[in-house]
């Protein structure tokens, strides 16, 4: 089954301790991307990646970095977490070539004390 | 700067009636359209799309109407059934661009009342 899966889906954590969400896909996607899910502000892209060893900053990178090593995996690591990055977070992926039509996880919803 | 705007938060729709959900946009590059749909604990899923060469695109219960002159687009799901009932965001690119980036809106809550 072609599938995007995100660990954890939901975390409690305290600011400044460094963790890592981690998201892999199946369908052999080039395109990896970050997304976060606020009230009111929707969906806003945090992190890119067009292929391996690829990434680039979408529209909120502040506080977050990443890393595609393996065309399968892009982690996105909070070094030092703070209350604002309490959100609902989405990894995507998507086949070059193709329509646009994103494939998300299902989800990690962080909160930091 | 929103550039893909959702400016109706939510719209309670009764079963089989039409539900229509709005959309404008600010960046004349945009030129490919998008629908996502997500369920409560789910990711997003993508609906229905629509390219600026046309006017309209049907899927089943699902039609998508793009107006360039007026940089807006609509959903309209007839008949709306209570599974319908879900968080719509629209999302727009500039198709093929070098960053695949979709721009979302802020999402509308649909409710299908029984």
């Known amino acids: 089954e072609a599938q995007v899966t995100q660990n954890p889906r939901y975390l409690i954590t305290v600011t400044g301790k460094k963790l890592t969400v981690t998201c892999s896909q199946n369908?052999?996607?080039?395109?990896m991307s970050w997304y976060r899910q606020d009230p009111g502000l929707g969906l806003r892209q945090i992190y890119y990646?067009?292929?391996?060893?690829?990434?680039d900053k979408g529209d909120v990178p502040e506080g977050y970095k990443v890393s595609r090593k393996e065309k399968r995996n892009f982690p996105l690591i909070l070094e030092s977490p703070s209350p604002n990055q309490t959100s609902l977070y989405f990894c995507a992926s998507l086949g070059l070539g193709t329509t646009g039509e994103l494939f998300f996880g299902e989800g990690s919803r962080l909160t930091v004390l | 700067d929103q550039q893909v705007k959702q400016n109706s938060p939510s719209l309670s729709v009764q079963e089989g009636r039409i539900s229509i959900l709005n959309c404008d946009y600010t960046n004349s590059m945009f030129d490919y359209f998008l629908w996502y749909k997500k369920y409560p604990a789910e990711g997003p899923t993508f609906l229905i799309s629509i390219s600026s060469i046309k006017d309209k695109n049907e899927d089943g219960r699902f039609t998508v109407f793009l107006n360039k002159s007026a940089k807006h687009l609509s959903l309209h799901i007839v008949p709306s059934q209570p599974g319908d009932s879900a968080v719509y965001f629209c999302?727009?690119?500039?198709?093929?661009?070098?960053?695949?980036?979709?721009?979302f809106g802020t999402g509308t809550l649909l409710a299908v009342q029984p």
């Open positions: 999302a727009a690119s500039v198709y093929g661009g070098a960053t695949n980036k979709l721009i």
């Open positions: 369908m052999n996607h080039e395109y």
């Open positions: 990646s067009m292929n391996v060893e690829v990434t």
